[in-house]
Protein backbone atom coordinates (compact mmCIF):
# COMPACT_ATOMS: atom_id res chain seq x y z
CA UNK A 1 0.00 0.00 0.00
CA UNK A 2 1.20 3.44 -0.88
CA UNK A 3 -0.18 6.75 0.07
CA UNK A 4 0.54 10.09 -2.34
CA UNK A 5 -1.24 12.63 0.49
CA UNK A 6 -0.75 12.82 4.14
CA UNK A 7 -3.35 15.60 5.30
CA UNK A 8 -2.27 16.63 8.41
CA UNK A 9 -4.99 18.99 11.21
CA UNK A 10 -3.17 20.53 14.41
CA UNK A 11 -5.72 22.13 17.02
CA UNK A 12 -5.02 23.89 20.18
CA UNK A 13 -6.85 21.85 22.68
CA UNK A 14 -9.01 24.85 24.98
CA UNK A 15 -8.32 24.47 28.67
CA UNK A 16 -11.38 24.76 29.97
CA UNK A 17 -12.77 22.37 27.46
CA UNK A 18 -14.27 19.31 29.78
CA UNK A 19 -12.96 15.76 29.72
CA UNK A 20 -15.62 14.49 27.64
CA UNK A 21 -15.37 17.49 24.72
CA UNK A 22 -11.18 16.18 24.40
CA UNK A 23 -12.45 12.60 24.30
CA UNK A 24 -15.43 13.02 21.59
CA UNK A 25 -12.97 14.87 19.30
CA UNK A 26 -10.35 12.26 20.28
CA UNK A 27 -12.37 9.63 18.90
CA UNK A 28 -13.86 11.35 16.00
CA UNK A 29 -10.53 11.95 14.62
CA UNK A 30 -9.97 8.08 15.02
CA UNK A 31 -13.11 7.50 12.90
CA UNK A 32 -11.47 9.56 10.18
CA UNK A 33 -9.93 6.47 9.32
CA UNK A 34 -12.79 4.81 7.83
CA UNK A 35 -13.30 7.45 5.07
CA UNK A 36 -12.83 6.25 1.69
CA UNK A 37 -9.16 6.08 0.21
CA UNK A 38 -7.31 6.47 3.60
CA UNK A 39 -4.65 4.04 4.11
CA UNK A 40 -3.80 4.94 7.90
CA UNK A 41 -4.62 7.33 10.52
CA UNK A 42 -2.35 8.35 13.37
CA UNK A 43 -4.28 10.00 16.28
CA UNK A 44 -2.14 11.96 18.73
CA UNK A 45 -3.28 14.24 21.89
CA UNK A 46 -1.47 16.18 24.54
CA UNK A 47 -2.83 18.84 27.50
CA UNK A 48 -2.15 21.21 24.82
CA UNK A 49 -3.25 19.38 21.29
CA UNK A 50 -4.95 17.35 19.09
CA UNK A 51 -3.73 16.26 16.19
CA UNK A 52 -4.98 13.91 12.93
CA UNK A 53 -2.31 12.66 10.28
CA UNK A 54 -4.26 10.48 7.88
CA UNK A 55 -2.60 9.06 4.91
CA UNK A 56 -4.79 8.97 1.74
CA UNK A 57 -4.03 6.87 -1.89
CA UNK A 58 -4.19 9.58 -4.09
CA UNK A 59 -4.18 13.17 -4.26
CA UNK A 60 -7.74 13.50 -6.30
CA UNK A 61 -9.75 12.21 -2.94
CA UNK A 62 -8.57 14.84 -1.11
CA UNK A 63 -12.34 16.81 -2.08
CA UNK A 64 -13.77 14.17 -0.86
CA UNK A 65 -12.13 13.36 2.02
CA UNK A 66 -13.27 16.89 2.63
CA UNK A 67 -16.40 16.06 2.48
CA UNK A 68 -17.21 12.87 3.84
CA UNK A 69 -19.50 12.86 6.69
CA UNK A 70 -16.80 11.70 9.10
CA UNK A 71 -14.08 14.20 8.51
CA UNK A 72 -17.24 16.87 8.54
CA UNK A 73 -18.10 15.66 12.43
CA UNK A 74 -14.68 15.60 13.29
CA UNK A 75 -14.41 19.68 11.87
CA UNK A 76 -17.98 20.41 13.52
CA UNK A 77 -18.33 18.64 16.89
CA UNK A 78 -14.89 17.39 17.61
CA UNK A 79 -12.82 20.63 16.92
CA UNK A 80 -15.60 23.46 17.11
CA UNK A 81 -16.25 22.02 20.79
CA UNK A 82 -12.96 21.38 22.43
CA UNK A 83 -10.46 23.94 20.41
CA UNK A 84 -9.41 27.47 20.30
CA UNK A 85 -7.77 27.16 16.94
CA UNK A 86 -6.34 25.15 14.49
CA UNK A 87 -4.38 24.33 11.43
CA UNK A 88 -4.00 22.18 8.61
CA UNK A 89 -2.12 21.11 5.71
CA UNK A 90 -2.48 18.36 3.00
CA UNK A 91 1.09 17.23 1.92
CA UNK A 92 2.58 15.47 -1.69
CA UNK A 93 4.21 12.52 -0.15
CA UNK A 94 5.06 8.96 -2.38
CA UNK A 95 5.87 6.53 0.65
CA UNK A 96 3.91 3.24 2.05
CA UNK A 97 1.53 4.16 4.81
CA UNK A 98 2.74 3.20 8.43
CA UNK A 99 0.88 0.74 10.37
CA UNK A 100 -1.32 2.57 12.85
CA UNK A 101 -0.01 0.45 16.12
CA UNK A 102 3.40 0.94 17.48
CA UNK A 103 3.52 4.50 17.18
CA UNK A 104 4.11 6.13 20.82
CA UNK A 105 4.59 9.73 19.37
CA UNK A 106 4.55 11.97 16.96
CA UNK A 107 5.60 15.20 15.84
CA UNK A 108 3.91 17.41 13.15
CA UNK A 109 4.85 20.29 11.42
CA UNK A 110 4.32 22.42 8.80
CA UNK A 111 6.59 25.67 7.30
CA UNK A 112 4.41 28.83 6.99
CA UNK A 113 4.23 30.52 3.73
CA UNK A 114 4.98 33.65 4.83
CA UNK A 115 7.63 35.14 5.22
CA UNK A 116 9.07 33.74 1.60
CA UNK A 117 11.54 30.98 1.42
CA UNK A 118 13.01 29.89 -0.89
CA UNK A 119 11.85 26.27 -2.70
CA UNK A 120 15.89 24.93 -2.17
CA UNK A 121 15.38 26.10 1.31
CA UNK A 122 12.29 24.44 2.09
CA UNK A 123 13.33 21.02 0.56
CA UNK A 124 17.00 21.77 2.67
CA UNK A 125 15.08 21.66 5.59
CA UNK A 126 12.73 18.70 4.67
CA UNK A 127 16.23 16.63 4.51
CA UNK A 128 17.29 18.14 7.48
CA UNK A 129 13.88 16.91 9.60
CA UNK A 130 14.38 13.39 7.62
CA UNK A 131 17.48 12.70 9.18
CA UNK A 132 15.40 12.70 12.48
CA UNK A 133 14.39 9.21 10.91
CA UNK A 134 17.51 7.96 9.47
CA UNK A 135 19.42 7.58 13.23
CA UNK A 136 17.57 4.61 14.11
CA UNK A 137 14.66 2.12 13.19
CA UNK A 138 12.25 3.70 15.38
CA UNK A 139 11.27 6.67 14.14
CA UNK A 140 9.95 6.80 11.02
CA UNK A 141 9.40 10.72 8.90
CA UNK A 142 6.57 11.61 5.87
CA UNK A 143 7.36 15.20 4.71
CA UNK A 144 7.02 17.14 1.40
CA UNK A 145 5.14 19.98 0.05
CA UNK A 146 2.16 21.29 0.31
CA UNK A 147 -0.63 20.28 -2.72
CA UNK A 148 -3.40 22.48 -0.72
CA UNK A 149 -2.93 25.69 1.05
CA UNK A 150 0.20 26.56 -0.61
CA UNK A 151 -0.68 29.90 0.30
CA UNK A 152 -0.34 29.04 4.14
CA UNK A 153 2.11 27.02 3.78
CA UNK A 154 5.21 25.70 2.18
CA UNK A 155 6.02 22.09 3.45
CA UNK A 156 5.18 19.75 5.97
CA UNK A 157 5.05 16.46 7.84
CA UNK A 158 4.86 14.27 10.79
CA UNK A 159 7.28 12.22 12.41
CA UNK A 160 6.68 9.16 14.07
CA UNK A 161 8.12 7.52 17.12
CA UNK A 162 7.39 4.20 18.33
CA UNK A 163 10.93 3.72 20.41
CA UNK A 164 10.25 6.80 22.74
CA UNK A 165 7.75 9.07 24.49
CA UNK A 166 6.63 12.90 23.95
CA UNK A 167 8.83 14.30 26.17
CA UNK A 168 12.18 12.21 24.76
CA UNK A 169 11.14 13.31 20.84
CA UNK A 170 10.40 16.53 22.10
CA UNK A 171 13.94 16.79 23.23
CA UNK A 172 15.17 15.06 19.97
CA UNK A 173 12.96 18.34 18.19
CA UNK A 174 14.15 20.93 19.90
CA UNK A 175 18.27 20.23 20.23
CA UNK A 176 18.07 19.28 15.96
CA UNK A 177 15.79 22.32 15.52
CA UNK A 178 18.61 24.72 16.88
CA UNK A 179 20.64 23.75 13.53
CA UNK A 180 17.58 24.19 11.03
CA UNK A 181 18.58 27.83 11.02
CA UNK A 182 15.93 30.65 11.01
CA UNK A 183 13.17 28.54 8.81
CA UNK A 184 13.27 25.60 11.74
CA UNK A 185 12.29 28.39 13.96
CA UNK A 186 9.42 29.62 12.08
CA UNK A 187 8.11 26.03 11.99
CA UNK A 188 4.04 25.31 13.60
CA UNK A 189 3.99 22.19 15.48
CA UNK A 190 2.90 20.09 18.18
CA UNK A 191 4.29 16.97 19.72
CA UNK A 192 1.76 14.30 21.32
CA UNK A 193 1.01 10.81 22.76
CA UNK A 194 -0.46 8.28 20.25
CA UNK A 195 -3.76 7.31 21.18
CA UNK A 196 -4.90 3.91 20.57
Known amino acids: MSAELLHLVV ?17 LA ?15 R ?5 TAAVWIDRRDRIEGFAAAPEHMRFV ?20 AA ?3 AGVRA ?3 FALPAEPPAFEWEAQELLSAIAALGESDGATA ?10 EQFRAGGVVLATGEDTDALSGRVEAAQAEWGALGGRLQSAVTMAVE
Do not use: F, K
Open 46 to 50: SDAAL
Open 141 to 150: VYAGPTVEER
Open 30 to 44: RDLAGIEGVQACVVG
Open 76 to 95: IEGVANATSGMWSASIALDA
Open 98 to 100: PPP
Open 106 to 108: LWA
Open 11 to 27: AALRPDATDADRDHATS
